[in-house]
């Protein structure tokens, strides 16, 4: 259910647009060239190497207005993600902000939560290594995780609320 990589633009940024051929055709000029080596940086772009870790997003909103349950979930993730996954979710140089559309509910659901917990996770998105399980984090106490991780998300605009409702 989870896509590492999304799809390529169907073209290169600078493509010229192909309907309009530009006056008088020269058969090898600077312009095309140019274009040539766009297009190859952007095939290197698209290619199958996991996405570089996306520095955060500049200010994110924090975790203010939290129900009794998405607080519970902060206490339990400052004390067993945050190390990795960063406070308030932004992400660390040991593992990925929560805080990005890679994480939207439509793409992570709330079982990959539960999952990467009990299972841990095989790197695939990133360049981080891989998540080991996280013993003791009980099941309820992932459900806490995840409230105040789409909390976090739906405050700083990563799901609008007509898409998903976080539980609690
Ligand atoms: C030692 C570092 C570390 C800790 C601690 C950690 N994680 Fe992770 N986690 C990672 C890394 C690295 C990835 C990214 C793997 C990838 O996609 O390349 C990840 C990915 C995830 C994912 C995405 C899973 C998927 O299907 O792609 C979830 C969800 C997650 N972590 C939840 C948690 C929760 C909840 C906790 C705390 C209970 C936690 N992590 C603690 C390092 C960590």
């Given at each position: 259910m989870t896509s590492s990589c999304l799809p390529p633009p169907r073209k290169a940024p600078c493509a010229p647009n192909a309907g309009t051929p530009p006056e008088g055709?020269?058969?090898?000029?600077v312009?095309?060239?140019?274009?040539?080596?766009?297009?190859?940086?952007?095939?290197?772009?698209?290619?199958?190497?996991?996405?570089?870790?996306?520095?955060?997003?500049?200010?994110?909103?924090?975790?203010?207005?939290l129900s009794d349950a998405a607080r519970q979930g902060k206490t339990v993730f400052d004390t067993n993600c945050a190390q990795c996954h960063g406070p308030e979710a932004t992400g660390t140089n040991l593992g990925p902000t929560f805080i990005d559309r890679i994480y939207h509910p439509g793409h992570h659901g709330d079982a990959a939560f539960h999952l990467a917990v009990t299972r841990g996770v095989r790197q695939h998105h990133w360049n981080f290594g891989n998540m080991l399980p996280v013993?003791?984090?009980?099941?309820?106490?992932?459900?806490?995780?995840?409230?105040?991780?789409?909390?976090?998300?739906?405050?700083?605009?990563?799901?609008?609320?007509?898409?998903?409702?976080?539980?609690?």
């Open positions: 055709r020269h058969p090898a000029t312009a095309s060239l140019l274009f040539v080596v766009a297009a190859l940086l952007a095939l290197v772009a698209c290619g199958e190497t996991p996405a570089p870790h996306d520095p955060a997003p500049q200010a994110i909103a924090g975790s203010a207005d013993p003791g984090v009980t099941e309820t106490q992932v459900g806490q995780i995840i409230c105040y991780v789409r909390h976090l998300q739906l405050t700083n605009n990563i799901f609008k609320p007509t898409e998903y409702q976080p539980a609690c």
